[in-house]
């Protein structure tokens, strides 16, 4: 069974950090690009940043210098450094990779964790 495990959400005071982790785990062949996206509220899911093997890195424009994408491909874990956090930040956050297994290439997410920013 593959599947990503995330943690490291919760409350948090505006100007606060969080650091989100998610693990995979499984019979997996290789992960291309991991990455976080989010879902506040009555709004559309949207990418927040992203992570090539290669470690190229993209990120939405509203958290640029305040979130840093990395990854441990020993590990298979990527990691989401917020900080100076917004209470426009608030939202469900979805951990996803792109991987191969035995049954081919796919998208896989995980279960999503909530952070709250708020005083």
């Known amino acids: 069974q593959v599947q990503l495990v995330e943690s490291g959400g919760g409350l948090v005071q505006p100007g606060g950090t969080l650091r989100l982790s998610c693990a995979a785990s499984?019979?997996?062949?290789?992960?291309?690009?991991m990455g976080w996206y989010r879902q506040a509220p009555g709004k559309q899911r949207e990418l927040v940043a992203a992570i090539t093997g290669g470690a190229n890195t993209n990120y939405a424009d509203s958290v640029k210098g305040r979130f840093t994408i990395s990854r441990d491909n020993a590990k298979n874990t990527v990691y989401l450094q917020m900080n100076s956090l917004e209470p426009e930040d608030t939202a469900v956050y979805y951990c996803y990779a792109n991987l191969r297994t035995i049954q081919g290439k796919f998208n896989l997410w995980g279960q999503g964790t909530q952070v709250t920013v708020s005083s």
């Open positions: 499984g019979n997996i062949f290789e992960i291309y690009a």
